[in-house]
């Protein structure tokens, strides 16, 4: 069975990201996790998915290992943050030009501590609150 298809087949949400940012793959889970179609996370790159990781005078894939085992903060579609901890990069060699990183989404978890609250907190915000006050 090819790579791809096992990838794919992964319920963790994986991405495998060149030095430059861009995205080389996504499987379906992290399109959903970040809300985009799986063929428009492809084109875009990495570096504008991710809030708040310093790139310095390092490249992408060396910033992104550098944050192996944080959580890190992605933009959806939607507008708001998802939370996730990103894991280290499932190729073995820190010289490859590319990363394959998986994401354990921690979203919910963290509405159900702090729910944001105003008008621009997302409707699924309300509910983690609502299901936390019972």
Not at 50 to 69: D, F, H, I, M
Not at 80 to 101: C, E, G, N, Q
Not at 102 to 125: M, N, R
Request: no cysteine.
């Amino acid at each position: 069975m090819p790579s791809l298809i096992l990838f794919e087949r992964l319920p963790e949400p994986l991405v495998a990201v060149d030095d430059n940012g861009a995205i080389a793959y996504a499987n379906d889970a992290f399109a959903t996790m970040v809300g985009y179609p799986r063929d428009a996370v492809t084109t875009m790159s990495m570096t504008t998915l991710l809030t708040a990781v310093p790139l310095g005078n390092v490249g992408v894939v060396a910033a992104l290992r550098a944050r192996a085992g944080s959580v890190v903060q992605l933009l959806h579609a939607e507008g708001w943050t998802v939370s996730a901890v990103m894991s280290d990069s499932a190729l073995r060699r820190h010289d490859d030009p590319v990363a394959v990183m998986t994401f354990a989404d921690i979203s919910e978890q963290l509405w159900v501590a702090e729910p944001p609250t105003g008008p621009s907190a997302p409707s699924h915000y309300a509910f983690a609150a609502q299901r936390a006050a019972r």
